[in-house]
């Protein structure tokens, strides 16, 4: 026993009493003592046998060896705090494994209090700043107190570290949940929830590469209302933007959700229809015709009844949106040419 040592083990006569309080339910703080030398082990077991820091007891784990302590570190990342010797299988094997912890395990937090009894190895405040360690203690310095004053010294630090990490994680999933959400309203029409340019042209991205690769037919429908402007010069913009929310809702209860509608300008639509040939689009343009031509949209004590043109085009060979658009816009002027309320394929 050296002298320090014994000066631990008078601190634990007085202190043998049993403790009184009874065991917290919150979980221990977990120390891993590295040291070589059993004796050392045995000391810091029993100086801090009965101590407590916010309720919360302590669970020793032991290492003899840097290595050793390496593999438990690997396995377990919930220590709090190690106690590591400097000298044990090398002269700088315990400097070695704080690097390792530092630098290779990226752990920030565990809290590190170094012990030597050879402190002409490891100069004290180079060990300190360069490996980012909380105490360098000369063991034959270190009585039973100024061991457990460091430590819980240490353990608030490692409390408010983690506190930090939690806020910080939460604030990290807050701003993600946050830009998902900006992401999301910037592909969205403000009014009607219908997706914008923008959205169109990434998911017809998409959907024509898909088709393309599993060689099924996509069809582009335009519709554009009918007279919408008169709509706004006689009920105003509230009823005209009222009349637009329905139009979206009326198509889009009528779509399957691989279909993709978009407002594209004022009153004007796309809807993409992944895997409808022509024919299959035309009936789909029939039924959202239908289904707006029917709806009475109250207005001021009054109804609006709107109507709208379809123009349809299938995806060329070129596998263009662009083609496809101006192929299915054309169409959609002749049926307006054509009297409106109507539906004109491309040919
Ligand atoms: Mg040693």
């Not at 631990?8 to 403790?19: G, K, N």
């Not at 801090?48 to 570190?73: D, N, P, W, Y």
């Not at 353990?155 to 830009?179: D, G, P």
Request: charged fraction near 25%.
């Amino acid at each position: 026993m050296t002298e320090q040592n014994n000066a631990a083990m008078s601190f634990l006569v007085i202190d043998e009493a049993p403790p009184t309080v009874a065991k917290s339910q919150l979980p221990p703080w977990k120390i891993l003592v590295v040291d070589d030398d059993d004796q050392v082990q045995a000391v810091t077991r029993m100086v801090l046998r009965h101590v407590q820091f916010r309720e919360r007891a302590f669970t020793l784990v032991g290492a003899a060896s840097a290595k050793e302590a390496r593999e438990i570190l690997l396995q377990d990342a919930s220590f709090a705090l190690a106690l590591v010797d400097v000298v044990m299988e090398t002269k700088t094997a315990g400097l070695d494994l704080v690097r390792f912890i530092r630098d290779e395990m990226k752990n920030r937090s565990i809290r590190l209090i170094m012990r030597t009894g050879q402190p002409g190895h490891a100069p004290e405040q180079s060990v300190v700043i360069d490996y980012e360690i909380d105490a360098y203690m000369a063991k034959t310095d270190i009585s039973a107190q100024k061991l457990v004053t460091t430590i819980i010294a240490s353990l608030r630090a490692f409390e408010y570290i983690s506190e930090i990490k939690t806020l910080n994680a939460e604030l990290e999933a807050r701003v993600a949940m946050r830009t998902a959400e900006l992401e999301k309203l910037a592909m969205l029409d403000a009014l009607t929830g219908a997706g914008n340019r923008r959205h169109l042209e990434q998911r017809a991205e998409a959907e024509i590469s898909a088709c393309q690769r599993e060689g099924k037919p996509l069809t582009v429908l335009a519709f554009d209302l009918d007279h919408f402007k008169k709509v706004n010069d006689t009920w105003g913009h509230p009823i005209g933007d009222l009349v637009l929310q329905k139009v979206v809702q009326v198509a889009k209860d009528l779509l399957r959700p691989s279909d993709f509608l978009a407002r594209i300008g004022g009153e004007e639509f796309i809807i993409l229809l992944p895997g409808a040939s022509q024919a299959g689009a035309l009936q789909i343009a029939e039924r959202i015709r239908v289904a707006i031509a029917v709806q009475a949209i109250p207005a001021n004590g009054n109804t609006v009844n709107i109507t709208a043109s379809f123009g349809i085009a299938a995806l060329g060979e070129d596998f263009s949106l662009e083609n496809a658009i101006a192929r299915a816009d054309a169409a959609l002027y002749r049926a307006k040419n054509a009297g409106r309320n109507q539906i004109a394929e491309d040919k």
